[in-house]
């Protein structure tokens, strides 16, 4: 059973893409896929929001795996060797410092999404310079380095508090790896940071702005 | 022991965004970059102000159950 599952996994879906696109094209729309049509006709707030929700919900389940981790083994080293018990928060609290990275760059994006009336809204501005673009990836980059870094201070975490009951004296160095991990995710931050400094908010053009003739405005 | 770790928890939450807000209107002007490293720091800072309480509780109480020992030797001694 486990060998066969990889040929259902990979197999039906890549057999499912090949037929849908050969269809496409035998009968002679092939042009129904389309890259640019579906980069102008999305609206700039879609964009922004998936941003926004990846930010966050990435930088969660960053930290919510880090102390998963960390605190099963905190659970249980701390049956035999109860005095770590205490100590060893301080990984927990590691931990949710990514999660509050996330949280605080998430309010600087939505603070960025205004509100402005469809028909201005497909601007120069609003696409090239990119408030959907960059609030997108600066949310993307963000979520992914915080994700990372709650996994990888969870992990050190966990053998730190293993280490601690067996031999108290390792401890602090352990918490000198923890603080390079913690500083991966003020990296992601940093640069989510510059990112969302050089756009501005969502701009209403002087009259009703259509870019591509792709967008239909009702 | 738990309301210590409480307390720090609830600041760690609070902290940073309150101090995102504020910043933004009373100290910069509404420059948000610099308002969110301003919230930044004040998370740090809590991070650090716990990790050195902890560290300095432990160090007092692995000193008391030292000297108690001390003076249990001496009457095992007599």
């Known amino acids: 059973?486990?060998?066969?599952?990889?040929?259902?996994?990979?197999?039906?879906?890549?057999?499912?893409?090949?037929?849908?696109?050969?269809?496409?094209?035998?009968?002679?729309?092939?042009?129904?896929?389309?890259?640019?049509?579906?980069?102008?006709?999305?609206?700039?707030?879609?964009?922004?929001?998936?941003?926004?929700?990846?930010?966050?919900?990435?930088?969660?389940?960053?930290?919510?795996?880090?102390?998963?981790?960390?605190?099963?083994?905190?659970l249980g080293g701390g049956v035999r060797a109860p005095r770590i018990r205490t100590k060893n928060l301080i990984s927990i609290i590691f931990c949710e410092v990514v999660a509050i990275y996330g949280v605080i760059i998430g309010i600087v994006y939505s603070a960025k999404i205004t509100s402005v009336p469809e028909l201005q809204l497909y601007t120069r501005e609003n696409y090239f310079t990119g408030e959907r673009f960059a609030l997108f990836w600066g949310g993307l980059t963000v979520g992914a380095c915080n994700l990372l870094c709650g996994v990888c201070v969870g992990i050190t975490g966990s053998t730190a508090a293993l280490a601690d009951a067996a031999d108290p004296d390792l401890f602090v160095k352990i918490l000198i790896v923890e603080v390079f991990g913690s500083i991966l995710g003020l990296f992601g931050l940093i640069v989510g940071l510059l990112m969302i400094g050089s756009a501005g908010e969502f701009t209403a053009a002087a009259s009703a702005a259509v870019v591509s003739p792709y967008v239909t405005v009702h | 022991v738990l309301v210590k770790l409480l307390i720090f928890s609830?600041?760690?939450?609070?902290?940073?965004?309150?101090?995102?807000?504020?910043?933004?209107?009373?100290?910069?002007?509404?420059?948000?970059?610099?308002?969110?490293?301003?919230?930044?720091?004040?998370?740090?800072?809590?991070?650090?102000?716990?990790?050195?309480?902890?560290?300095?509780?432990?160090?007092?109480?692995?000193?008391?159950?030292?000297?108690?020992?001390?003076?249990?030797?001496?009457?095992?001694?007599?």
Do not use: Q
């Open chain 1, 1 to 74: 059973m486990g060998f066969y599952s990889s040929y259902f996994t990979y197999g039906f879906p890549s057999f499912l893409a090949v037929v849908i696109a050969l269809y496409l094209l035998f009968t002679g729309s092939g042009e129904a896929f389309n890259v640019g049509r579906f980069l102008e006709e999305t609206s700039p707030y879609a964009w922004a929001s998936t941003g926004v929700g990846l930010c966050i919900g990435l930088s969660v389940l960053g930290a919510g795996w880090g102390i998963f981790v960390t605190g099963s083994s905190i």
């Open chain 2, 10 to 78: 609830a600041a760690l939450a609070i902290a940073p965004v309150a101090s995102y807000f504020l910043s933004k209107d009373y100290l910069w002007e509404g420059n948000t970059t610099l308002a969110a490293i301003t919230a930044i720091m004040s998370a740090n800072t809590v991070l650090v102000a716990y990790i050195v309480m902890s560290i300095r509780e432990e160090r007092l109480a692995t000193v008391k159950p030292a000297t108690s020992h001390t003076t249990e030797e001496s009457k095992k001694d007599r």
